[in-house]
């Protein structure tokens, strides 16, 4: 089991950078394909990406390719998201979610979430 707790959201402006951190704890966090999904206000909540247990493999939803960057840190139990560029219509709750298994976009099939931070762009 893994319990995950999010940071680094906030305000900023179209165009603008920011960087979500993911701490896990429990000692097999090496071992979760772990991702980042978001859930804009009256909308389902969506898949954003994902990154294998040894981070050699990434996985992108079409509306962030070229913009987000997922990385992992198995030493620091943690896992980021770099986001750039960004736009008003990524305005989200982003959630960190931990599964067993290879880097799905399937929502559902992530086992453990954290409780999600704010990120909020102005245009």
């Known amino acids: 089991q893994v319990q995950l707790v999010e940071s680094g959201g906030g305000l900023v402006q179209a165009g603008g950078s920011l960087r979500l951190s993911c701490a896990a704890s429990g000692r097999t966090f090496s071992s979760y394909t772990m991702a980042w999904l978001r859930q804009a206000p009256g909308k389902e909540r969506e898949f954003v990406a994902a990154?294998?247990?040894?981070?050699?493999?990434?996985n992108y939803a079409d509306s962030v390719k070229g913009r987000f960057i997922i990385s992992r840190d198995n030493a620091e139990n943690t896992v980021y998201l770099q986001m750039n560029s960004l736009k008003p219509e990524d305005t989200a709750v982003y959630y960190c979610?931990?599964?067993?298994?290879?880097?799905?976009?399937?929502?559902?099939?992530?086992?453990?979430w954290g409780p999600g931070t704010q990120v909020t762009v102005s245009s």
């Open positions: 979610a931990a599964r067993s298994g290879w880097a799905s976009d399937y929502v559902r099939q992530y086992n453990y």
């Open positions: 990154t294998s247990w040894s981070g050699g493999v990434t």
